[in-house]
């Protein structure tokens, strides 16, 4: 093994220093001091050894392979120290989640190994750089994961040493006597949740209750029942739908409140953490309705910060701690100061430009906890926005650091029909992983990560697989326009019914969609080179083609309607007629990849984004 594959582990530690020799294990990997491991610990590396032909025991006699020791080490409960000398190996942690991630080390080594393994000695020190370092999937906008699919996510988390893991929830849990609201949804069940939380507790992931409870309430406040909560019962525009819908719990009905201590009530039991996100965010409509007269006497933020304190009165005498996304409070920044004692501000922004760096110094010059969240840049793409991506992690977790936030948060949203497949987040999740852990590391260059994909997600010793998604997230940002939490081609496919071109298209050019071509043709040809031994190989090649194909369709699109600008019902028959056979081929392609990873629930709702064109044409 060459020593340049310490470089190769996610995420990279805080000290690898090279020793002189190597080691080269036995057949029979002797394990002493198996009760300082989890039992998790111990599968991972068991789980990395047998391909190589090595067996993970308990010693029986002799000297082990593998000592785990336990003593006060610097860098808390999460740090821990591995040294491979010529003739065993030994971990050293202070408590059961330093072993945990020591041997997740370990376990990454032995796996980027083939054949009998003789490791290079080194001694890694290593401790987290956030105490915080979670990610949140949206499973709010028609895709809710199977049981399997979340399994997978924290496996895949734990192994890059995430600790927080966030579902984020709107209408899709399942709770008692609200059935109208989630019945067509296939929500997550308490019994669902509280076998979720023990998995992720035994893979040192902590997972935290979400419940949207202000805005976004719009998948309850549209049914009758629930209508006369709402700040504008008639109904407003929002970016999350297709017809006008009321959007916001009124702030000031006693029975908004009485609905959300039903619904804590239900939720919050299911988990073991003590930490809560109540969301709050993105309030559009609040004192268009009938909160009119308190806004116009106390303004916006004096009654959003009224809501907000009365939420948090709820959630402390549950024994919770309230975060929540800080966005309407960091609109009026002088109130900051006004809020609760305990709450933790969220700070969400997901532009490589995002101002996270007027942001965390100022709420943190409250001597509030706060946690920073970027994210994965996969919504509203398709196939994802590489450099945004990058560039919003690197910010999000430079500030942080600086000003001394409690942690950070990756987000992974769904807007508009959650139509990226799950692999296109993996870069955003991997890149955070390494940035997170290790704030002092170098970020990670597109060809790096493509490696590390390839090692440590896709089984692909060649790296062409890993290739191959970066390819596909470099294909929107080649278009050469940059739009806000979108690619151009989303939204050429998501507003095709609309007149061409619409506000974000207008400097939409031939030479642009050339480029997004070009590279979409490089991203096809590393598909075609991958030689990937992961168990969902065939499904990660659909996905791709998937991914692909409604992207050389968007390119398509733009094309023509650059040609012909105007209503899609205006182009030729003949195109017309070619494109509704394509619009219904990708319909059909994402009705069999959907199932593959997500619950059937909501899926009529994001193949209406594909129906919308379909009727346009």
Sequence with gaps: MHSARYELLVPKPHEISPVEGTFELPRIVGLAGGNHVPARARERLAAALEPNGHTL?????????????????????????LEVTPTHILLVAQAPAGFFHGLGTLAQLVSMQAGALRLNCVRIVDAPGFHVRGAMLDISRNRVPTMATLFHIVELLSSWKYNQLQLYTEHTFAYAGHEDVWRDQDPITPDEIRELDRYCTEHFIELVPNQQSFGHM???????????????????????????EPFSLNPNDPRAFALLEDLYDQLLPCFSSNEFNV???????????????AVKRDGVDGVYLSFLKQVAKRVRARGKRMHFWADIVLNHPERVAELPEGVVPNLWGYEAHHPFDKECPHVASFGLDFIVCPGTSSWQTIGGRLDNMRGNIASAVRHAKANGALGLLITDWGDRGHLQPLPVSYAGWLTHAAAAWNPAAKALEGQELAELLSQHVFADPTGWMGRAWID????????????????????????????????????????????????????????GEQASQAGDVDLLLAEHAWCERTMRFAIEIGRERLRKPGQLV?????LRARWKVEVDEISRDLQSLWVKRSRRGALEGSLEWFSRI???L
């Design 279 to 293: 969301g709050l965010d993105e309030t559009f409509d609040l004192g268009l309705g009938r909160s009119a007269e």
């Design 218 to 244: 719009h998948h309850w406040l549209r049914h009758a029942r629930y209508k006369d909560l709402a700040e504008v019962p008639e109904g407003v525009d929002h970016p999350f739908g297709f017809t006008p």
């Design 472 to 527: 596909l997230a470099r294909v929107g940002e080649a278009v050469g326009l940059t739009l806000h939490n979108a690619s151009p081609l989303s939204i050429l496919l998501t507003k095709a019914p609309e007149p061409f071109p619409c506000t974000e298209l207008n400097e939409l050019t031939v030479a642009g969609l050339e480029r997004a071509e070009s590279m979409l043709g490089q991203a096809v040809a590393a598909r």
């Design 570 to 574: 205006e182009m030729e028959p003949e």
């Design 614 to 616: 379909t009727r346009a």
């Design 57 to 81: 025991v308990e010693p029986g006699g002799g000297a082990p392979t593998l000592r785990a020791s336990q003593r006060e080490i610097e860098g808390g409960p999460e740090a821990y120290e």
